[in-house]
Protein backbone atom coordinates (compact mmCIF):
# COMPACT_ATOMS: atom_id res chain seq x y z
CA UNK A 1 0.00 0.00 0.00
CA UNK A 2 2.46 2.38 -0.86
CA UNK A 3 1.34 5.65 -0.27
CA UNK A 4 3.15 7.39 -3.25
CA UNK A 5 1.18 5.33 -5.83
CA UNK A 6 -1.60 7.58 -6.61
CA UNK A 7 0.53 10.74 -7.04
CA UNK A 8 2.56 8.78 -8.80
CA UNK A 9 0.25 7.70 -11.43
CA UNK A 10 2.01 8.99 -14.45
CA UNK A 11 1.90 7.26 -17.95
CA UNK A 12 4.60 4.59 -18.87
CA UNK A 13 7.90 6.28 -20.05
CA UNK A 14 7.95 5.11 -23.59
CA UNK A 15 4.10 6.71 -23.42
CA UNK A 16 5.21 9.99 -22.32
CA UNK A 17 5.63 13.02 -24.41
CA UNK A 18 8.97 14.51 -24.78
CA UNK A 19 9.02 17.05 -22.08
CA UNK A 20 10.82 19.88 -24.49
CA UNK A 21 7.26 19.52 -26.13
CA UNK A 22 4.68 19.79 -23.53
CA UNK A 23 5.67 20.50 -19.51
CA UNK A 24 3.76 18.47 -17.34
CA UNK A 25 1.77 19.78 -14.88
CA UNK A 26 2.35 18.22 -11.19
CA UNK A 27 0.28 15.10 -10.30
CA UNK A 28 -1.71 17.22 -7.71
CA UNK A 29 -2.63 19.81 -10.37
CA UNK A 30 -4.21 17.22 -12.85
CA UNK A 31 -6.51 16.58 -9.91
CA UNK A 32 -10.12 18.30 -9.49
CA UNK A 33 -9.45 19.55 -5.72
CA UNK A 34 -11.48 22.48 -5.22
CA UNK A 35 -14.74 21.19 -7.67
CA UNK A 36 -14.45 18.07 -4.79
CA UNK A 37 -14.76 20.59 -2.01
CA UNK A 38 -17.16 22.18 -4.08
CA UNK A 39 -19.42 18.88 -4.17
CA UNK A 40 -19.09 18.17 -0.22
CA UNK A 41 -19.87 21.89 0.43
CA UNK A 42 -23.09 21.46 -1.67
CA UNK A 43 -24.13 18.64 -0.96
CA UNK A 44 -23.51 18.92 3.14
CA UNK A 45 -25.73 22.18 2.65
CA UNK A 46 -28.69 20.02 1.08
CA UNK A 47 -28.50 16.66 2.78
CA UNK A 48 -30.12 17.95 5.67
CA UNK A 49 -33.22 19.57 4.09
CA UNK A 50 -33.60 16.10 2.46
CA UNK A 51 -32.17 13.46 4.42
CA UNK A 52 -32.42 15.12 8.05
CA UNK A 53 -35.68 16.39 9.85
CA UNK A 54 -35.70 13.80 12.68
CA UNK A 55 -33.07 13.91 15.34
CA UNK A 56 -31.59 10.87 15.17
CA UNK A 57 -31.03 11.36 11.52
CA UNK A 58 -29.62 15.30 12.43
CA UNK A 59 -27.62 13.28 14.65
CA UNK A 60 -26.24 11.03 12.39
CA UNK A 61 -25.00 13.34 9.48
CA UNK A 62 -23.58 15.56 12.86
CA UNK A 63 -21.57 12.07 13.26
CA UNK A 64 -20.65 11.52 9.71
CA UNK A 65 -19.16 15.34 10.02
CA UNK A 66 -17.43 15.12 13.46
CA UNK A 67 -15.65 11.57 11.85
CA UNK A 68 -14.90 13.55 8.44
CA UNK A 69 -12.94 15.76 10.43
CA UNK A 70 -11.33 13.26 12.81
CA UNK A 71 -10.56 10.91 9.33
CA UNK A 72 -9.35 14.29 7.75
CA UNK A 73 -6.64 14.99 10.84
CA UNK A 74 -5.63 10.76 10.79
CA UNK A 75 -5.23 11.64 7.04
CA UNK A 76 -2.62 14.46 7.42
CA UNK A 77 -0.49 12.12 10.07
CA UNK A 78 -0.50 8.81 8.62
CA UNK A 79 -1.16 9.98 4.64
CA UNK A 80 0.67 12.91 5.10
CA UNK A 81 3.45 12.56 7.35
CA UNK A 82 3.82 9.05 7.05
CA UNK A 83 3.81 8.15 10.48
CA UNK A 84 1.03 5.57 11.45
CA UNK A 85 -0.86 6.27 15.00
CA UNK A 86 -2.55 4.74 17.36
CA UNK A 87 -3.19 7.54 19.30
CA UNK A 88 -6.42 9.02 17.82
CA UNK A 89 -9.07 8.01 20.36
CA UNK A 90 -6.34 10.03 22.52
CA UNK A 91 -6.03 13.22 20.61
CA UNK A 92 -9.97 12.95 19.89
CA UNK A 93 -10.51 12.50 23.98
CA UNK A 94 -8.14 15.11 24.97
CA UNK A 95 -9.57 17.65 22.28
CA UNK A 96 -13.14 17.12 23.82
CA UNK A 97 -12.02 17.62 27.34
CA UNK A 98 -9.72 20.43 26.64
CA UNK A 99 -12.48 21.97 24.97
CA UNK A 100 -14.91 21.78 27.92
CA UNK A 101 -12.82 22.73 30.11
CA UNK A 102 -11.66 26.20 28.14
CA UNK A 103 -15.13 26.64 27.37
CA UNK A 104 -16.19 26.81 30.85
CA UNK A 105 -13.09 28.94 31.79
CA UNK A 106 -12.45 31.26 29.10
CA UNK A 107 -16.00 32.30 27.86
CA UNK A 108 -17.42 30.31 25.69
CA UNK A 109 -17.18 27.41 23.02
CA UNK A 110 -14.86 29.64 20.69
CA UNK A 111 -11.79 29.78 22.55
CA UNK A 112 -12.56 25.84 24.26
CA UNK A 113 -12.09 24.74 20.11
CA UNK A 114 -8.64 27.30 19.85
CA UNK A 115 -7.48 25.89 23.15
CA UNK A 116 -8.49 22.02 22.04
CA UNK A 117 -6.34 22.77 18.80
CA UNK A 118 -3.43 24.27 20.19
CA UNK A 119 -3.46 21.37 23.00
CA UNK A 120 -3.38 18.46 21.04
CA UNK A 121 -1.37 20.07 18.98
CA UNK A 122 1.35 20.20 21.60
CA UNK A 123 0.51 16.83 22.42
CA UNK A 124 0.48 15.48 19.16
CA UNK A 125 3.74 17.48 18.34
CA UNK A 126 5.65 16.54 21.35
CA UNK A 127 4.92 13.03 20.88
CA UNK A 128 6.24 12.91 17.36
CA UNK A 129 9.23 15.05 18.68
CA UNK A 130 10.20 12.47 21.22
CA UNK A 131 9.39 9.30 19.15
CA UNK A 132 11.59 11.09 16.45
CA UNK A 133 13.95 8.60 15.54
CA UNK A 134 11.55 5.49 15.38
CA UNK A 135 11.19 3.42 12.69
CA UNK A 136 7.20 3.08 11.94
CA UNK A 137 5.96 0.40 13.27
CA UNK A 138 7.60 1.31 17.13
CA UNK A 139 6.27 5.08 16.21
CA UNK A 140 2.65 3.28 16.27
CA UNK A 141 3.62 1.34 19.16
CA UNK A 142 4.91 4.48 21.22
CA UNK A 143 1.69 5.90 19.69
CA UNK A 144 -0.18 3.24 21.25
CA UNK A 145 1.06 3.43 24.73
CA UNK A 146 0.80 7.37 24.88
CA UNK A 147 -2.82 7.16 24.26
CA UNK A 148 -3.35 3.97 26.88
CA UNK A 149 -1.50 6.59 29.37
CA UNK A 150 -3.70 9.56 28.46
CA UNK A 151 -6.60 7.69 28.74
CA UNK A 152 -5.72 6.35 32.31
CA UNK A 153 -4.51 10.00 32.83
CA UNK A 154 -8.29 11.13 32.06
CA UNK A 155 -9.64 8.29 34.19
CA UNK A 156 -7.64 9.08 37.23
CA UNK A 157 -7.70 12.51 36.93
CA UNK A 158 -11.39 13.15 37.70
CA UNK A 159 -11.80 16.90 38.67
CA UNK A 160 -10.70 17.49 35.29
CA UNK A 161 -12.59 14.89 32.95
CA UNK A 162 -15.55 13.79 35.72
CA UNK A 163 -14.28 9.95 34.69
CA UNK A 164 -16.89 7.47 34.11
CA UNK A 165 -19.25 9.65 35.51
CA UNK A 166 -19.32 11.55 32.71
CA UNK A 167 -19.21 15.85 32.52
CA UNK A 168 -22.25 17.94 32.02
CA UNK A 169 -22.52 21.33 32.05
CA UNK A 170 -20.98 21.62 28.54
CA UNK A 171 -21.18 25.34 26.68
CA UNK A 172 -23.32 25.52 23.95
CA UNK A 173 -21.67 26.96 20.66
CA UNK A 174 -22.66 30.01 19.01
CA UNK A 175 -21.89 32.39 16.40
CA UNK A 176 -22.62 35.93 16.16
CA UNK A 177 -24.47 35.86 19.35
CA UNK A 178 -26.78 33.21 18.21
CA UNK A 179 -26.81 29.91 20.13
CA UNK A 180 -26.80 27.20 17.91
CA UNK A 181 -29.20 25.05 20.16
CA UNK A 182 -30.33 22.25 18.02
CA UNK A 183 -27.91 19.37 16.40
CA UNK A 184 -29.19 20.64 13.13
CA UNK A 185 -27.56 24.01 13.27
CA UNK A 186 -24.56 22.84 14.69
CA UNK A 187 -24.28 20.39 11.36
CA UNK A 188 -23.77 23.52 9.69
CA UNK A 189 -20.91 24.77 11.85
CA UNK A 190 -19.28 21.42 11.70
CA UNK A 191 -19.91 21.25 7.79
CA UNK A 192 -17.90 24.50 7.88
CA UNK A 193 -14.95 23.46 9.68
CA UNK A 194 -14.38 20.55 7.73
CA UNK A 195 -14.72 22.79 4.47
CA UNK A 196 -12.02 24.90 6.23
CA UNK A 197 -9.78 22.28 7.08
CA UNK A 198 -10.11 20.73 3.46
CA UNK A 199 -9.17 24.10 2.06
CA UNK A 200 -6.17 23.56 4.47
CA UNK A 201 -5.22 20.18 2.65
CA UNK A 202 -5.72 21.30 -0.56
CA UNK A 203 -3.52 24.41 -0.55
CA UNK A 204 -0.96 22.04 1.25
CA UNK A 205 -1.66 19.66 -2.11
CA UNK A 206 -1.27 21.74 -4.14
CA UNK A 207 2.05 23.64 -2.78
CA UNK A 208 5.62 22.57 -3.55
CA UNK A 209 6.05 22.03 0.11
CA UNK A 210 3.74 18.74 -0.74
CA UNK A 211 6.70 17.76 -3.00
CA UNK A 212 9.17 18.24 -0.54
CA UNK A 213 7.02 16.05 1.89
CA UNK A 214 6.69 13.51 0.11
CA UNK A 215 9.99 13.25 -0.91
CA UNK A 216 10.92 13.14 3.18
CA UNK A 217 8.04 10.54 3.49
CA UNK A 218 9.28 8.05 0.52
CA UNK A 219 12.72 8.79 0.56
CA UNK A 220 13.90 10.63 3.93
CA UNK A 221 17.72 10.27 3.92
CA UNK A 222 17.69 11.32 0.60
CA UNK A 223 15.35 14.32 1.36
CA UNK A 224 18.02 15.07 3.44
CA UNK A 225 20.82 15.14 1.10
CA UNK A 226 19.11 17.41 -1.33
CA UNK A 227 18.75 19.85 1.27
CA UNK A 228 15.22 19.54 2.96
CA UNK A 229 14.55 19.11 6.48
CA UNK A 230 12.33 15.77 6.73
CA UNK A 231 11.37 15.20 9.87
CA UNK A 232 10.61 19.02 10.27
CA UNK A 233 8.05 18.61 7.43
CA UNK A 234 7.06 15.79 9.11
CA UNK A 235 6.36 17.23 12.62
CA UNK A 236 4.60 20.04 10.99
CA UNK A 237 1.95 18.14 8.85
CA UNK A 238 2.10 15.76 11.80
CA UNK A 239 0.84 18.31 14.38
CA UNK A 240 -1.61 19.78 11.89
CA UNK A 241 -3.35 16.50 11.90
CA UNK A 242 -3.28 16.10 15.77
CA UNK A 243 -5.10 19.21 15.57
CA UNK A 244 -7.79 18.25 13.51
CA UNK A 245 -8.40 15.49 15.82
CA UNK A 246 -8.55 17.49 18.51
CA UNK A 247 -11.18 20.08 17.18
CA UNK A 248 -13.02 16.99 16.18
CA UNK A 249 -13.06 15.98 19.84
CA UNK A 250 -14.19 19.27 20.56
CA UNK A 251 -17.03 19.64 17.89
CA UNK A 252 -18.12 16.00 19.68
CA UNK A 253 -18.04 17.74 23.50
CA UNK A 254 -20.19 20.60 22.34
CA UNK A 255 -22.59 18.80 20.41
CA UNK A 256 -23.10 16.65 23.14
CA UNK A 257 -24.75 17.65 26.48
CA UNK A 258 -23.40 14.85 27.79
CA UNK A 259 -20.47 12.32 28.10
CA UNK A 260 -18.49 10.28 29.97
CA UNK A 261 -14.91 8.32 29.56
CA UNK A 262 -16.92 5.49 28.01
CA UNK A 263 -16.96 7.65 24.80
CA UNK A 264 -13.42 6.99 24.04
CA UNK A 265 -11.58 3.86 23.28
CA UNK A 266 -9.34 2.11 20.93
CA UNK A 267 -11.87 1.21 18.38
CA UNK A 268 -12.05 5.15 17.88
CA UNK A 269 -8.79 4.70 16.11
CA UNK A 270 -9.33 1.67 14.27
CA UNK A 271 -13.05 2.82 13.02
CA UNK A 272 -11.07 6.17 11.87
CA UNK A 273 -8.08 3.64 10.58
CA UNK A 274 -11.12 1.97 8.24
CA UNK A 275 -12.32 5.17 7.09
CA UNK A 276 -9.34 6.32 5.50
CA UNK A 277 -8.64 2.80 4.17
CA UNK A 278 -12.20 2.43 2.87
CA UNK A 279 -11.86 5.91 1.28
CA UNK A 280 -8.45 6.05 -0.23
CA UNK A 281 -5.45 6.50 1.62
CA UNK A 282 -3.62 8.22 -1.59
CA UNK A 283 -6.19 11.23 -1.89
CA UNK A 284 -7.89 14.04 0.59
CA UNK A 285 -11.32 12.56 -1.14
CA UNK A 286 -11.07 9.23 1.30
CA UNK A 287 -11.65 10.64 4.84
CA UNK A 288 -14.52 12.33 3.59
CA UNK A 289 -16.18 9.09 1.59
CA UNK A 290 -14.86 7.01 4.29
CA UNK A 291 -16.55 8.69 7.02
CA UNK A 292 -19.39 9.10 5.46
CA UNK A 293 -19.88 5.17 4.39
CA UNK A 294 -18.40 3.87 7.66
CA UNK A 295 -21.40 5.74 9.61
CA UNK A 296 -24.05 5.56 7.52
CA UNK A 297 -23.60 1.94 6.43
CA UNK A 298 -23.72 0.17 10.08
CA UNK A 299 -26.77 2.38 10.57
CA UNK A 300 -28.72 0.48 7.40
CA UNK A 301 -27.61 -2.85 8.88
CA UNK A 302 -29.00 -2.53 12.09
CA UNK A 303 -29.73 -6.79 11.94
CA UNK A 304 -26.41 -7.48 11.22
CA UNK A 305 -24.69 -5.41 14.59
CA UNK A 306 -23.90 -8.43 15.82
CA UNK A 307 -21.53 -9.07 12.85
CA UNK A 308 -20.46 -5.51 12.28
CA UNK A 309 -17.36 -5.78 14.02
CA UNK A 310 -16.30 -9.04 11.82
CA UNK A 311 -17.09 -6.90 8.71
CA UNK A 312 -15.53 -4.35 9.80
CA UNK A 313 -12.16 -6.57 10.32
CA UNK A 314 -13.03 -8.29 6.37
CA UNK A 315 -13.23 -4.92 5.06
CA UNK A 316 -10.16 -3.84 5.77
CA UNK A 317 -8.36 -6.88 5.35
CA UNK A 318 -10.09 -6.90 2.19
CA UNK A 319 -8.91 -3.17 1.42
CA UNK A 320 -5.33 -3.69 2.34
CA UNK A 321 -4.85 -6.88 0.05
CA UNK A 322 -6.86 -6.03 -2.65
CA UNK A 323 -7.85 -2.38 -3.10
CA UNK A 324 -5.36 -0.07 -1.84
CA UNK A 325 -6.45 2.68 -2.93
CA UNK A 326 -9.75 2.94 -1.63
CA UNK A 327 -13.43 4.27 -3.34
CA UNK A 328 -11.40 7.10 -4.47
CA UNK A 329 -9.18 4.62 -7.00
CA UNK A 330 -12.14 3.02 -7.88
CA UNK A 331 -12.23 5.03 -11.05
CA UNK A 332 -8.54 4.52 -11.85
CA UNK A 333 -9.15 0.58 -11.05
CA UNK A 334 -12.33 0.43 -13.52
CA UNK A 335 -10.85 2.29 -16.20
CA UNK A 336 -7.82 0.04 -16.06
CA UNK A 337 -10.31 -3.08 -16.61
CA UNK A 338 -12.47 -0.72 -19.42
CA UNK A 339 -9.62 -0.44 -21.55
CA UNK A 340 -8.28 -4.23 -20.90
CA UNK A 341 -11.49 -5.18 -21.59
CA UNK A 342 -11.24 -2.77 -25.14
CA UNK A 343 -7.64 -4.27 -25.73
CA UNK A 344 -8.71 -8.11 -25.67
CA UNK B 1 7.63 -10.79 54.26
CA UNK B 2 4.83 -13.08 53.14
CA UNK B 3 3.13 -10.09 51.78
CA UNK B 4 6.36 -9.34 49.48
CA UNK B 5 6.64 -12.50 48.24
CA UNK B 6 2.74 -13.42 47.28
CA UNK B 7 3.63 -9.95 45.17
CA UNK B 8 6.36 -11.34 43.87
CA UNK B 9 5.13 -14.80 42.85
CA UNK B 10 1.85 -12.92 41.23
CA UNK B 11 4.69 -10.70 39.09
CA UNK B 12 6.50 -13.81 38.36
CA UNK B 13 2.97 -15.70 36.90
CA UNK B 14 2.10 -12.44 35.26
CA UNK B 15 5.48 -12.17 34.16
CA UNK B 16 5.18 -15.65 32.72
CA UNK B 17 2.10 -15.12 30.79
CA UNK B 18 3.46 -11.78 29.50
CA UNK B 19 6.98 -13.77 28.50
CA UNK B 20 5.02 -16.51 26.32
CA UNK B 21 3.07 -13.45 24.56
CA UNK B 22 6.25 -11.84 23.42
CA UNK B 23 8.70 -14.93 22.92
CA UNK B 24 5.39 -15.70 20.19
CA UNK B 25 5.91 -12.15 18.74
CA UNK B 26 9.55 -12.12 18.48
CA UNK B 27 9.86 -15.78 17.02
CA UNK B 28 7.54 -14.36 14.22
CA UNK B 29 9.43 -11.03 14.25
CA UNK B 30 13.06 -12.80 13.86
CA UNK B 31 11.95 -15.04 10.75
CA UNK B 32 9.51 -13.00 8.90
CA UNK B 33 9.92 -9.60 9.97
CA UNK B 34 6.23 -8.96 11.17
CA UNK B 35 5.46 -7.41 14.18
CA UNK B 36 1.99 -9.20 15.00
CA UNK B 37 -0.90 -7.28 16.53
CA UNK B 38 -2.54 -10.12 16.22
CA UNK B 39 -0.91 -12.05 19.18
CA UNK B 40 -2.97 -10.94 22.07
CA UNK B 41 -6.24 -12.16 20.79
CA UNK B 42 -4.66 -15.35 19.62
CA UNK B 43 -4.34 -15.88 23.28
CA UNK B 44 -7.88 -14.95 23.72
CA UNK B 45 -8.68 -17.13 21.09
CA UNK B 46 -7.00 -19.76 23.60
CA UNK B 47 -8.31 -18.91 26.19
CA UNK B 48 -11.42 -19.59 24.43
CA UNK B 49 -11.04 -22.55 22.99
CA UNK B 50 -9.26 -24.03 26.75
CA UNK B 51 -13.31 -23.19 27.95
CA UNK B 52 -14.96 -24.26 25.35
CA UNK B 53 -13.33 -27.56 25.57
CA UNK B 54 -13.28 -28.02 29.22
CA UNK B 55 -16.52 -26.10 29.92
CA UNK B 56 -18.83 -27.05 27.57
CA UNK B 57 -17.91 -30.63 26.41
CA UNK B 58 -16.19 -31.78 29.77
CA UNK B 59 -12.90 -32.60 28.12
CA UNK B 60 -10.28 -33.47 30.51
CA UNK B 61 -7.37 -30.69 31.55
CA UNK B 62 -4.58 -32.45 30.23
CA UNK B 63 -6.32 -33.15 26.77
CA UNK B 64 -7.48 -29.56 26.45
CA UNK B 65 -3.81 -28.65 25.94
CA UNK B 66 -3.02 -30.58 22.95
CA UNK B 67 -6.33 -29.12 21.64
CA UNK B 68 -5.06 -25.61 22.62
CA UNK B 69 -1.96 -26.25 20.68
CA UNK B 70 -3.74 -28.31 17.38
CA UNK B 71 -6.26 -25.67 17.18
CA UNK B 72 -3.86 -22.26 17.69
CA UNK B 73 -1.27 -24.03 15.40
CA UNK B 74 -3.78 -24.43 12.83
CA UNK B 75 -5.07 -20.71 13.38
CA UNK B 76 -1.58 -19.05 13.18
CA UNK B 77 -1.08 -21.13 9.98
CA UNK B 78 -4.86 -19.52 8.15
CA UNK B 79 -3.38 -16.22 9.74
CA UNK B 80 -0.55 -16.48 7.56
CA UNK B 81 -2.53 -17.91 4.60
CA UNK B 82 -4.98 -14.84 5.03
CA UNK B 83 -3.00 -11.72 5.96
CA UNK B 84 0.78 -12.40 5.30
CA UNK B 85 1.40 -14.61 2.18
CA UNK B 86 -0.82 -11.77 -0.39
CA UNK B 87 1.26 -8.84 1.53
CA UNK B 88 4.49 -10.47 1.16
CA UNK B 89 6.11 -7.99 -0.68
CA UNK B 90 4.42 -5.05 0.88
CA UNK B 91 5.42 -2.36 2.72
CA UNK B 92 6.31 -3.87 6.81
CA UNK B 93 3.03 -1.01 8.26
CA UNK B 94 0.63 -2.75 5.67
CA UNK B 95 0.99 -5.87 7.21
CA UNK B 96 0.99 -4.44 10.52
CA UNK B 97 -2.52 -2.99 9.24
CA UNK B 98 -3.51 -6.41 8.45
CA UNK B 99 -2.43 -8.14 11.42
CA UNK B 100 -4.27 -5.49 13.51
CA UNK B 101 -7.30 -6.53 11.30
CA UNK B 102 -7.12 -10.31 11.97
CA UNK B 103 -6.86 -9.50 15.40
CA UNK B 104 -10.02 -7.58 15.35
CA UNK B 105 -11.28 -10.55 13.20
CA UNK B 106 -10.59 -13.26 15.34
CA UNK B 107 -11.83 -10.78 18.78
CA UNK B 108 -15.35 -10.15 17.43
CA UNK B 109 -15.74 -13.75 16.06
CA UNK B 110 -15.20 -14.60 19.42
CA UNK B 111 -18.19 -12.15 20.45
CA UNK B 112 -20.05 -13.77 17.65
CA UNK B 113 -19.27 -16.83 19.07
CA UNK B 114 -19.63 -16.94 22.64
CA UNK B 115 -20.80 -14.03 23.49
CA UNK B 116 -18.73 -10.78 25.49
CA UNK B 117 -19.99 -11.37 28.82
CA UNK B 118 -16.79 -12.68 31.09
CA UNK B 119 -16.45 -16.32 31.48
CA UNK B 120 -14.11 -18.26 33.90
CA UNK B 121 -12.09 -21.73 33.01
CA UNK B 122 -11.69 -23.56 36.70
CA UNK B 123 -8.05 -24.47 36.96
CA UNK B 124 -7.13 -28.08 37.25
CA UNK B 125 -6.15 -27.27 40.80
CA UNK B 126 -8.77 -25.95 41.75
CA UNK B 127 -8.44 -22.77 44.66
CA UNK B 128 -5.89 -25.57 46.08
CA UNK B 129 -2.71 -23.36 47.29
CA UNK B 130 1.36 -24.54 48.04
CA UNK B 131 2.43 -22.25 51.40
CA UNK B 132 5.76 -21.08 50.55
CA UNK B 133 7.48 -19.07 53.45
CA UNK B 134 4.59 -18.09 54.86
CA UNK B 135 2.82 -17.01 51.98
CA UNK B 136 -0.49 -18.50 50.32
CA UNK B 137 0.53 -19.43 46.65
CA UNK B 138 -1.88 -20.58 43.98
CA UNK B 139 -1.26 -23.82 42.81
CA UNK B 140 -2.19 -22.09 39.57
CA UNK B 141 0.92 -19.64 39.65
CA UNK B 142 3.29 -22.96 40.37
CA UNK B 143 1.56 -24.40 36.71
CA UNK B 144 2.00 -21.08 34.95
CA UNK B 145 5.96 -20.36 36.11
CA UNK B 146 6.43 -24.47 35.31
CA UNK B 147 4.66 -24.72 31.54
CA UNK B 148 6.83 -21.68 31.06
CA UNK B 149 10.38 -22.88 31.93
CA UNK B 150 9.34 -25.82 29.83
CA UNK B 151 8.04 -23.70 26.67
CA UNK B 152 11.36 -21.54 27.32
CA UNK B 153 13.22 -24.83 27.31
CA UNK B 154 11.96 -26.26 24.56
CA UNK B 155 11.73 -22.88 22.34
CA UNK B 156 15.97 -22.92 23.56
CA UNK B 157 16.42 -25.91 22.66
CA UNK B 158 14.49 -25.68 19.11
CA UNK B 159 16.19 -22.76 18.11
CA UNK B 160 19.88 -23.69 19.12
CA UNK B 161 19.91 -27.53 18.37
CA UNK B 162 17.35 -27.99 15.26
CA UNK B 163 17.83 -26.93 11.04
CA UNK B 164 14.21 -24.63 11.78
CA UNK B 165 16.18 -23.23 14.61
CA UNK B 166 19.48 -21.89 12.73
CA UNK B 167 17.37 -21.05 9.68
CA UNK B 168 15.46 -18.75 12.22
CA UNK B 169 18.59 -17.24 13.32
CA UNK B 170 20.42 -17.13 10.17
CA UNK B 171 17.25 -14.79 8.69
CA UNK B 172 17.61 -12.97 12.08
CA UNK B 173 21.08 -12.22 11.75
CA UNK B 174 21.63 -11.21 7.66
CA UNK B 175 18.25 -11.36 6.68
CA UNK B 176 19.21 -11.05 2.47
CA UNK B 177 22.43 -13.19 3.27
CA UNK B 178 20.17 -16.17 4.81
CA UNK B 179 17.96 -16.07 1.79
CA UNK B 180 20.57 -16.36 -0.90
CA UNK B 181 22.18 -19.26 0.71
CA UNK B 182 18.98 -20.74 0.40
CA UNK B 183 16.81 -20.64 3.52
CA UNK B 184 12.46 -21.10 1.70
CA UNK B 185 11.55 -18.01 3.88
CA UNK B 186 7.66 -18.90 1.80
CA UNK B 187 7.99 -22.47 3.38
CA UNK B 188 9.48 -21.56 7.12
CA UNK B 189 6.77 -18.73 7.52
CA UNK B 190 3.73 -20.94 8.01
CA UNK B 191 5.42 -22.87 10.53
CA UNK B 192 6.78 -20.02 12.54
CA UNK B 193 3.41 -18.59 12.17
CA UNK B 194 1.48 -22.04 13.52
CA UNK B 195 4.07 -21.91 16.53
CA UNK B 196 3.81 -18.52 17.84
CA UNK B 197 0.23 -18.71 17.88
CA UNK B 198 0.88 -21.76 19.72
CA UNK B 199 2.73 -20.12 22.58
CA UNK B 200 -0.20 -17.21 22.43
CA UNK B 201 -2.76 -20.22 23.06
CA UNK B 202 -0.83 -21.66 25.87
CA UNK B 203 -0.71 -18.28 27.56
CA UNK B 204 -3.97 -17.98 27.57
CA UNK B 205 -4.81 -21.03 28.92
CA UNK B 206 -2.38 -20.23 31.57
CA UNK B 207 -3.99 -17.11 32.27
CA UNK B 208 -7.69 -18.13 32.14
CA UNK B 209 -8.11 -19.55 35.29
CA UNK B 210 -6.78 -16.34 37.02
CA UNK B 211 -8.41 -13.56 35.05
CA UNK B 212 -12.38 -13.37 34.15
CA UNK B 213 -11.80 -14.08 29.95
CA UNK B 214 -13.37 -12.07 27.89
CA UNK B 215 -12.65 -10.89 24.02
CA UNK B 216 -10.85 -8.10 24.87
CA UNK B 217 -9.03 -10.02 27.26
CA UNK B 218 -5.80 -10.50 24.96
CA UNK B 219 -5.48 -7.01 23.36
CA UNK B 220 -5.02 -5.56 26.92
CA UNK B 221 -2.05 -7.70 27.62
CA UNK B 222 -0.31 -6.93 24.17
CA UNK B 223 1.13 -3.49 25.16
CA UNK B 224 2.64 -5.12 28.20
CA UNK B 225 4.12 -7.53 26.08
CA UNK B 226 5.01 -5.39 23.29
CA UNK B 227 6.92 -3.33 26.09
CA UNK B 228 8.72 -6.58 26.88
CA UNK B 229 9.47 -7.30 23.45
CA UNK B 230 10.72 -3.58 23.24
CA UNK B 231 12.93 -3.36 26.18
CA UNK B 232 14.37 -7.37 25.56
CA UNK B 233 15.47 -6.01 22.31
CA UNK B 234 13.87 -8.54 19.88
CA UNK B 235 15.95 -11.40 21.47
CA UNK B 236 14.46 -14.55 22.78
CA UNK B 237 16.41 -14.47 26.31
CA UNK B 238 16.36 -10.93 26.50
CA UNK B 239 12.68 -11.00 25.67
CA UNK B 240 12.22 -13.57 28.59
CA UNK B 241 13.81 -11.82 31.06
CA UNK B 242 12.21 -8.37 30.24
CA UNK B 243 8.80 -9.28 30.44
CA UNK B 244 9.70 -11.22 34.15
CA UNK B 245 11.27 -8.03 34.65
CA UNK B 246 8.09 -5.70 33.68
CA UNK B 247 5.62 -7.59 35.36
CA UNK B 248 8.04 -7.38 38.27
CA UNK B 249 7.84 -3.58 38.30
CA UNK B 250 4.49 -3.63 37.64
CA UNK B 251 2.94 -5.86 40.42
CA UNK B 252 5.40 -4.16 42.88
CA UNK B 253 5.02 -0.64 41.57
CA UNK B 254 0.55 -1.31 42.31
CA UNK B 255 1.54 -2.66 45.73
CA UNK B 256 3.91 0.01 46.93
CA UNK B 257 3.34 2.89 44.62
CA UNK B 258 -0.14 3.19 43.76
CA UNK B 259 -2.58 0.79 42.81
CA UNK B 260 -4.67 3.20 40.59
CA UNK B 261 -1.71 3.03 38.00
CA UNK B 262 -1.66 -0.63 37.70
CA UNK B 263 -2.96 -0.84 34.18
CA UNK B 264 -0.31 2.55 33.31
CA UNK B 265 2.92 1.04 34.45
CA UNK B 266 3.76 -1.43 31.41
CA UNK B 267 2.81 1.55 29.02
CA UNK B 268 5.32 3.95 30.83
CA UNK B 269 8.18 1.68 30.62
CA UNK B 270 7.44 1.48 26.65
CA UNK B 271 7.30 5.42 26.46
CA UNK B 272 10.68 5.91 28.68
CA UNK B 273 12.61 2.86 26.76
CA UNK B 274 11.32 4.10 23.40
CA UNK B 275 11.80 7.72 24.20
CA UNK B 276 15.73 7.19 26.01
CA UNK B 277 17.09 4.29 23.64
CA UNK B 278 15.38 4.82 20.48
CA UNK B 279 18.34 3.20 18.52
CA UNK B 280 19.98 1.28 21.54
CA UNK B 281 17.91 -1.56 22.86
CA UNK B 282 15.76 -1.68 19.66
CA UNK B 283 16.86 -2.74 16.16
CA UNK B 284 15.56 -0.76 13.58
CA UNK B 285 12.86 -2.95 11.65
CA UNK B 286 13.59 -2.23 7.78
CA UNK B 287 11.90 -3.11 5.07
CA UNK B 288 11.29 -6.62 3.93
CA UNK B 289 12.41 -6.90 0.97
CA UNK B 290 12.15 -11.06 0.06
Redesign the interface.
Known amino acids: ??VSDTHSAAPPLEARPSPLRRVIPPPAYQRRQWLFLAIVLIAGSLVPSVYGGTPYRDGLLAEIMINAVLALGFYWCFSLAGQ?TFGVFAMYAAGAYISVWGAKHFGGFWSGLLLAAVGTALIGGLTRL??A??????F???T???G??ML?LFR?WVSFTGGYNGIGDIAIPSVFGDQLATVHQRYYLMLGVLGLFLVLTICLLRSPVMRELTMSRDKGPVAASAGLKPRHLQLVAFTVGSAMQGVAGSLYAHNSGYFSLESFS?DIS?SV?LMV?LGGMGSMYGPVIGAAVIIYLPEQLRGAQ?????I???L??LI??AF?GGIADARRIVGKWLSRARSK | MERFIAIFTSGLTQGSVYALIALGIVLLQNATGV?NFAQGDLMTLGAYVGFWFVVQHHGGQILMYGVVIVVLFCAGVLLER??YA??RK?????I???T???G??I???L??WQGSDPLNLPSPFGNKTVTIFGAEIPRQAILTIGVTIVVGIALYLLFQRSSIGRQVRALAADRETAILQGIRVNRLSPLIFGLSATLAGIAGVLVAPVVAVSPALG?GLL?SA??AV?LGGERLGGVAFAAVFIALFQALATAYVSP??S??Y???V??LV??VR??GL?R???GVRF
Do not use: N, W
Request: no cysteine; hydrophobic share 65%.
Open positions: MSFIFKLSPIYAIAMAIGLIEILLLKYSELYAGVLVVP | IIGPLREPLTVISFALLARSAIVFLFAIKFDAPFLIVLAPQVVAT
